[in-house]
């Protein structure tokens, strides 16, 4: 059974603080399942539209579904050294910096709607059906490892720092998002060409404010209210079987 830690307060009472839940094995292969089948559903989409079409489209997005992949892995490895409290603060620190920079390729996709042609009804459809799939994927990829990460904060600052950081991020991505499809920096220039990415965009917040604001906050209000109801529903109730993933006390 998990002891929780904790240290005594000048007041004399006890401050406990719950050592933070540890990742359930089972739970755990059937979520990256569950990604691993959207994801080939997602690649299957692309060879249908490739047979009524007759030709090879939108295989950017499959680029794209990749990228919105890199952030899971290291959320996953930065929580998994917060549970175990191991001292590898810079391997940590390593794998957290990652995932944020990485972290905006996941709601990219859904800006990849720019790519829809009106030439034929049908077709039109498909690509509407296919990248709504891409960008839900890339949206569920990041959603997870934002809640990883969003259970690393909330058990070293509390509750309400972790909803801080969830907004923090939100508005980070959104800026992320602008410079993806507007300005078109990836996320390895922010390595390399930090002061032109930074010029770029305030050019761009000179030139159209209106425009550029009203992206930025839609983008933002679009993560937020997705993100919320779908931590919302993780929490409906407690899966009967999380009992018989727990270690015997």
Known sequence: MEIPTGSISPSGTARIRPRPARLIPRRAWRILGALLFASACCAFMI??????????EHLFLLWNLLLAWIPLPFSVAAYRM???RTRRYLLFTICAL?????????????????????????????????????????????????????EVVGNRLGHMASW??????FA?????????????WNSWDVLHEPLGILQDF???LVHSPNNTGTYLAMMFLFLLLSYSVLFSMMHLHRPLD????QPPA
């Open 47 to 56: 060879v249908v539209r490739r047979h009524y079409a007759g030709r090879w």
């Open 172 to 184: 980070a991505t959104s800026f992320g998002t602008f410079l993806g499809r507007f300005l078109r």
């Open 98 to 150: 990652t995932w944020f920079f990485f972290f905006p390729n996941a709601p990219y996709i859904t800006t990849d709607f720019v790519h829809l042609r009106r030439e034929d009804q049908i077709l039109m459809w498909l690509d509407i059906i296919g990248i709504a799939s891409f960008a839900w994927v890339g949206l569920c990829l990041g959603f997870c490892s934002l809640y990883l990460m969003q």
């Open 242 to 245: 999380d009992a018989r993933d």
């Open 82 to 84: 917060h549970t175990s």
């Open 164 to 169: 801080g950081f969830v907004v923090a991020m």
């Open 202 to 204: 305030a050019d761009r």
